[in-house]
């Protein structure tokens, strides 16, 4: 099960389990969609795997299977991975 979490691990802004501006990658490591698009093109800087839109989980099962609240950030922070 995802664990749908809280927050952009590059500039920690705050991500809704129903928010249309959250990117993962295979292992869950989670963007908002402007460090998605604008820092990483698309692509997961921890694994280089592909960041797509996190799918939402309806309300009413929110309840038996609520989103994560541990908030991950990179402590390295994002800009380290732009050094390309
Ligand atoms: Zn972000
Ligand atoms: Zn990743």
Do not use: Q, W
Not at 36 to 58: I, M, Q, W, Y
Request: net charge positive; aromatic share 4%; charged share 30%.
């Amino acid at each position: 099960m995802l664990e749908l979490r809280p927050n952009c691990e590059c500039c920690n802004t705050d991500l809704d389990p129903d928010s249309l501006m959250a990117r993962i990658c295979s292992f869950e490591c989670t963007f908002c969609a402007d460090c998605s698009d604008r820092l990483f093109n698309g692509t997961c800087p921890n694994c280089k795997g592909e960041l797509v839109h996190r799918p939402r989980r309806a309300k009413d099962k929110l309840k038996a299977a609520p989103a994560s609240t541990r908030r991950v950030v990179n402590s390295t922070g994002c800009s380290s991975n732009l050094k390309d």
